[in-house]
C-alpha cells in the first residue's frame, strides 16, 4: 500500500498563536481518512496547508513524494490538477449556473469540444444526483445541495486526492447520509484518496477506514473507526459520546469566576 | 518623546509594508495579465460589463455637466464681449480637465466599489481560494482581465463624458441662451489641438483609468473576508480613488503644462 500524502513533524501559527504543532500523518492511497476534533482544534489549517493555500512555518508536506511547492509557482499549479477539495459551504462561483460551475476546471484546463464538455459535466452531475439542476443559480439551490454541485466540481478532473473540509456540516439528515455514502463511492469509484475533516462522529465513522483525533492542534489519538469507538483515551471518549465536560473543559480557559467577581485576592 | 517616536515608526513602517504589498499585487496582475492575449473574450466580456455598469451614469452626468458649463462659460464670456468663445470655453474644459477627472471620479463611485464589492465577497465565500484549488490562478482569471478592461474602458467613457459634455454646452448656450451656432462650432474646431488637448486628456483618463481600476482590485482583494471587511474596503475605494484621481490630475496636469 503507498502513501499519497505524508505530514512530517509539522509546525503552524498565525503570528504568535500556534496552530498546529509536531504534526504527522499518513494518507495511504485509496482509503478515506478522517480527521475529527472540536472547533478550532487546527482541523481546517490542515487541508489548507496541503493545498498550499497556506505554507508550514516548519515541517514538510508530500504529495507522491514531492514537497508542495511554494505559493503562486507552476509547480504548485501541477500539484494541484491532481486535487480536489470541498470547501465547508460550497465555495461555488455565485455568477455561474450549477453546469457552468461544474464545467469550469474543464473549460480552464482543457479544450474539449463542447458536446463533450456537456457529457462530462452531466455525468458528474449525474453521479451527484444533480443532472436536472444543470440550469438553475446556486442561489437556487439549498445548502445540500450546493454542496454536492461543490462536490461534482471537485472531482471534475477526477483528481487522485479529495478534501472534504466539514461535508456534514450544517445538513439534515437524509442530505448527511447521501452525502457520506457519496464521498464513499466517489472514493471507491474514482480510486482516489479522501481526507475528510470532520466534527460529525456518527458519519464520518461509518466511511472512515482511519482516524486522527486532533485537540489543540496535536494529534492526541489514532486508528481505525472500531479502535476509536472503544477507545479510553479521555479526549477520544469525550469526542465520541459527546460528554459536555472532560479534557475539553466547558470554559473558556482565564481568570476563575471568583476573581472575575471580585470575591478573592485576584482582582485589584 | 519615545513613545511617540516609536509609535510614529510603527506607522511608517505599517504604511511602507502596505505599500510594497499594493506594488507586488500590482506587479503579480501585470505580469499574469500577460498570459491574457490568448483569451481576449475574458477582457472583452469584462470592457463590456464594467462600461454598462458606468455609462448611464456618466451620460447622464456629462449632459448636467455640459450644460452647467454653457450657463456659466456664457456669464463670465458675456462681460468681455466674447460670447462666441463658448464652444471653444466648453470643449476645452472637458476635454482637458472634466471629461478625464469627472470620469474617473464617477467610474470609482459606480464601478470601482462593484469590482471591490465583487472581489471582497469572492474571497468571503471562499471563491478565490476555490479557484486556486482547481488549479486557476485568481489573479489572472479574475483581476487581471478586470484590470485591463477598466483602463480601456476609461478613456472611452471620457470621450463618452466630453460628448454629452459639448452636446450639453450646445443645447444650453446655442439654443437656450442663443450665441450664433457658427461661432460657436467653429471657434471651437479652430481651437483645440488634437495631441495638446484630446492627447492628454486620453493620457489623463488612461492613468486614471489604471489608477482606479488597481485601487478598487487590490481593496477587495485584500479586504478582510468578512461583511464589515467587505464594507470597509469598498468606502475605502471611493476615498483612496477619488484623493488618488485629483492628486493624478494635478501632477499630470503640472507636466503638461506649457
Known sequence: MTTLVEIQNLHFSYGDRPILSELTMVFPRNKVVAI???????????????????????????????????????????QRRKMGMLFQHGALFTDLTVFENVAFPLREHTNLPETLLHDLVMMKLEAVGLRNAAGLTPSEISGGMARRVALARA????????????????????????????????????????????????????????????????????????????SDHPYVAQFVNARADGPVPFHYPGKTLAQDLGLSGGAQ | MTVFLTSLGAVVRTWLAELGLAFRTLFAIMMSGLGLWRRPRLITDQIHFIGNYSLVIILVSGLFVGFVLGYQGYYTLNRYGSEQALGLLVALSLTRELGPVVTALLFAGRAGTSLTAEIGLMKAGEQLDAMEMMAVNPLQRVLAPRFIAGIIAMPILAALFTAMGVFG???????????????????????????EDIGNGVIKSIVFGFAATFIALYQGFQAKPTPEGVARATTRTVVLSSLIVLWLDFVLTALMFK
Not at chain 1, 461535508?167 to 469509484?189: H, K, W, Y
Open chain 1, 36 to 78: 475529527m476534533g472540536g472547533s478550532g482544534s487546527g482541523k481546517t489549517t490542515i487541508l489548507r496547508l496541503i493545498g498550499g493555500l497556506i505554507a508550514p512555518n516548519s515541517g514538510q508536506i508530500r504529495l507522491e513524494g514531492h514537497p508542495i511547492a511554494t505559493q503562486r509557482s507552476a509547480a504548485l499549479y501541477q
Open chain 1, 155 to 230: 472531482v471534475a478532473l477526477d483528481p487522485q486526492l479529495i478534501m472534504y473540509d466539514e461535508p456534514f456540516a450544517g445538513l439534515d439528515p437524509i442530505s448527511m447520509g447521501v452525502t457520506a455514502n457519496l464521498i464513499r463511492q466517489l472514493n471507491d469509484a474514482l480510486g482516489s484518496t479522501s481526507i475528510l475533516v470532520s466534527h460529525d462522529v456518527h458519519e464520518s465513522f461509518a466511511i472512515a477506514d482511519y482516524v486522527y483525533f486532533l485537540s489543540q492542534g496535536r494529534v492526541v489519538a489514532e486508528g481505525t473507526p472500531a479502535e476509536m469507538a472503544i
Open chain 2, 169 to 195: 454646452g450646445y443645447l444650453v448656450g446655442v439654443q437656450l441662451i442663443g450665441v450664433d451656432e457658427g461661432a460657436f462650432w467653429s471657434q471651437m474646431q479652430g481651437g483645440v489641438d488634437v495631441w
